[in-house]
């Protein structure tokens, strides 16, 4: 099959090159896509303005929001944050679904009857990426192959981290599985699909656990990528210095665990303490709370809070950085985790969700998320190996830019075309 001969309809709620996460994540899958098939993108009137600022996209329809909707997640929006910019993300997911369902009915509406007629050789519905989502145009996939994914996420706090899990309002978690319950279409689309793209190891088990998927149904395509522009300005790394450069890049939140990252700095001895520094690139609730306890720990000379930045200028933070240290202990992406690759850096990180799988031994360290305790500790053991063995640093930085050309979006969306071909030749 060549680019003329298959026709996809790419349904992408969220898809904005303007935006970080899910929807930058859903721009770079259609973007890559687009250049080997013939694609209709389907996607909501919220990113039209960034989406025809970036280039000329043609066949796109922009699904609108009504003013009631608009109206709508204002108040969602409000009862589900508070003063200091927490949010209750269960909670406001719960609440918001209605916003969904509007487009999703409204999609279904407007292709429906192509569908039926057969004038796409697949239908592929990439975002919303959390698997608690229906996508109602299965409903017309008689004899269209359907594809969902790639789906991600449903990872657990680890047992030995509940007070962070209170800390993001995960008492509200049971939503999600009222949802299969109470959402129309929810257990239909996961029965039904021809494919099933699973973002991580462990959404991959558990959707097969819930549904009971056969193999032949799901398959497994990490949810996050990098960009072959990305690869292409990292810079050569510098000479090294006295001063080994610790880095962090994540929302300031209590489930990224900066606040584990600088509670290991603090248990260093004074000689490897007088030889690195760390910067801590992002913003969120935790800021203010996280420099204080820099303060309290007599850090200050050795910690820096930059604040947050372009993707371009944090860039340049990921290539004069030495280590990168992310103990985020629910992470379902963790596209940093791959930036940080790119530009060479060893990563240390915490096993739980998609980073786990992301980090070798080749590349980095991998620490089991037991207990706040047990993670603190081996950070600093961790952290104090690499500051000291120079070597070490320098092979891991090696083997980290070899293993990330394996998530580049070029290579996703071949494997997406081979997923292509091998269920039009199955339906």
Not at 100 to 111: G, I, L, R, T, W
Not at 274 to 291: A, F, M, P, T, W
């Amino acid at each position: 099959m060549n680019k003329k001969e298959l026709k996809i309809l790419l349904i992408i709620e969220q898809c904005n090159p303007s935006m970080s996460s899910v929807p930058l994540e859903g721009y770079n899958f259609y973007q890559e896509i687009s250049k080997i098939a013939d694609t209709q993108l389907v996607t909501h009137e919220r990113n039209k303005y960034a989406l025809t600022q970036k280039h000329n996209i043609k066949n796109t329809t922009y699904i609108e929001e009504s003013n009631f909707t608009k109206s709508y997640y204002k108040l969602a929006a409000s009862i589900t944050s508070n003063s200091k910019g927490k949010i209750n993300w269960p909670v406001r997911q719960a609440l918001t679904y209605p916003i969904y369902a509007e487009f999703n009915h409204k999609v279904y509406k407007q292709f429906r009857k192509q569908v039926l007629r057969g004038d796409y050789d697949v239908v592929h519905v990439i975002t919303p990426m959390l698997p608690r989502y229906p996508a109602k145009i299965l409903k017309a996939c008689k004899r269209t192959p359907f594809l969902l994914g790639p789906v991600n996420g449903g990872v657990p706090f680890p047992e030995g981290f509940q007070e962070k899990a209170r800390q993001e309002s995960a008492q509200f978690n049971f939503l999600r599985a009222l949802g299969r319950f109470l959402i129309p279409g929810y257990v239909e689309t996961y029965k039904k699909a021809d494919r099933i793209l699973a973002g991580s190891t462990f959404t991959f088990n558990m959707l097969k656990e819930l549904f009971s998927i056969s193999d032949s149904r799901i398959s497994l395509l990490y949810e996050n990528g990098i960009s072959k522009n990305f690869l292409e300005n990292t810079k050569q790394r510098g000479e090294t210095s006295e001063i080994v450069k610790l880095l962090f890049v994540g929302r300031l939140v209590p489930y990224k665990c900066a606040d584990i990252l600088i509670d290991s700095l603090s248990r260093l001895d004074a000689i490897t303490k007088d030889h690195i520094s760390l910067k801590i690139v992002g913003d969120g609730s935790q800021r203010n709370y996280l420099e204080k306890r820099v303060k309290e720990l007599n850090l200050d000379a050795i910690v820096n809070f930059v604040g947050w930045i372009s993707q371009q200028e944090t860039l340049n933070y990921y290539s004069q950085a030495d280590i990168f240290c992310f103990p985020s202990v629910r992470e379902f992406g963790g596209a940093v985790v791959l930036e940080a690759m790119a530009c060479g850096l060893p990563c240390i990180v915490v096993n739980n969700g998609g980073i786990g799988e992301y980090v070798t031994e080749e590349t980095g360290f991998k620490i089991e998320p037991v207990s706040k305790e047990y993670v603190t500790q081996e950070l600093t053991k961790k952290i104090k190996i690499l500051v000291k063995d120079e070597s070490l640093r320098t092979k891991m930085s090696e083997n980290s830019f070899k293993r990330v050309q394996e998530f580049t979006w070029e290579r996703k969306a071949t494997q997406i075309m081979e997923v292509y071909r091998e269920i039009i030749a199955h339906k």
